[in-house]
């Protein structure tokens, strides 16, 4: 049976470029949500012993937005990515990408989320491409197996354009082992951008390499951000990249605890600063969480005192006991 395209389908990296652009006319960001976490839970039990991944946690990423998730070992973030890469799923809360439910959705549903909605680059490179294929043919794979998102007559041009855009245009016959750590990472990100998802969601993409590798690697997911208008979620444990970004949401504890926002902006002399601003998140029940060093500088514990100001909300040490 022959599927039909559907609207919205890619016709080339030019037309999408073309949205992007559209897309951040107004004020520099699409307004729509793309992925919706809310209250998300994830238990595992391990030898009887009940393991809270996830304690509800809270998350919201707009489109066109390049994001990174920082947090310590055992914080929960492959658990939110496996969440969000459709699969595993989560005990409790709800989950929504690109308005497919990942709680509820069916297994052909989970397929097709799979194959069209998102992709994924993970740390090691023997994950993310097959070793006994070139680099090309590694991008055109997921296009055949993509249900015709992608017309046949479209993807030979398409794979050249991919690996040109993320500068890997010389390793098209390449098989991985004839590609450095760096050039393997971008052909993985060309890969999984292979069927036009609207998510990119990548795990440790540079923990396996040099700083000036990992700096490519991350300069190739911000250009296919910024030119293709894909979403892009990161993972990461590097500080050079999480400070690179417009927003970094800290995971403690299963949950989003903070987060920072980047913006530019000119300072007194007429030149061009990086202004960074920390935010906490507050969920429904109006409960926010101080970040980690504020509370240890002050030394709150327990309790805090707090007053509401005509405009703003003041956070003191509990000195009830100190008398
Ligand atoms: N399949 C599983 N079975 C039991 N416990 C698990 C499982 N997966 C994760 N956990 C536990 O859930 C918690 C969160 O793990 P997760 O792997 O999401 O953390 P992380 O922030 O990605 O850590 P890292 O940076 O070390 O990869 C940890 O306590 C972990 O031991």
């Not at 919205?8 to 992925?35: C, K, M, Q, S, W």
Request: aromatic share 2%.
């Amino acid at each position: 049976m022959r599927r039909e395209r559907r609207e919205g389908t890619p016709v080339g990296l030019a037309e999408l470029e073309r949205r992007a652009a559209r897309g951040r006319d107004d004020d520099g960001r699409d307004r729509n949500a793309l992925i919706v976490c809310d209250r998300l839970v994830r238990i595992f039990t391990a030898d009887g012993v009940e393991v809270q991944a996830l304690q509800g946690l809270d998350l919201l990423v707009e489109r066109g937005e390049l994001t990174a998730i920082v947090g310590a070992s055992g914080s929960g973030k492959s658990t939110l990515l496996n969440i969000l890469a459709g699969l595993d799923t989560p005990s409790a809360g709800a989950a929504t990408v690109a308005g497919f439910d990942l709680v509820t959705m069916d297994a052909a549903a989970r397929l097709r989320y799979r194959r069209e909605v998102v992709g994924f680059v993970w740390q090691q490179a023997a994950r993310n491409l097959l070793p006994y294929l070139t680099a090309a043919q590694n991008v055109a794979l997921p296009m055949r197996l993509g249900g015709g998102r992608i017309p046949r007559r479209r993807r030979a041009e398409r794979v050249r354009e991919l690996l040109d855009l993320l500068g890997v245009g010389h390793c098209h016959d390449r098989v991985p082992e004839r590609m450095s750590g760096g050039e393997r990472q971008r052909a993985a990100i060309a890969v999984a951008l292979a069927n036009a998802p609207a998510l990119i969601l990548a795990d440790e993409p540079t923990g396996e390499l040099d700083s000036r590798a990992a700096e490519e690697v991350f300069t190739a997911l911000r250009t296919v951000n910024e030119r293709l208008g894909t979403t892009v979620l990161i993972v990461t444990h590097d500080a050079s990249v999480a400070s690179a970004v417009r927003r970094t949401v800290a995971i403690r504890d299963g949950r989003t605890s903070s987060e920072v926002l980047r913006r530019a902006a000119l300072d007194e002399h007429g030149d061009e600063v990086v202004v960074a601003q920390e935010y906490v998140t507050v969920d429904r029940a109006g409960r926010l969480q101080l970040p980690a060093g504020f509370a240890e500088r002050l030394s709150i514990r327990d309790r805090a005192r707090v007053a509401l100001q005509p405009d703003h909300i003041t956070v003191h040490r509990d000195d009830s006991r100190d008398a």
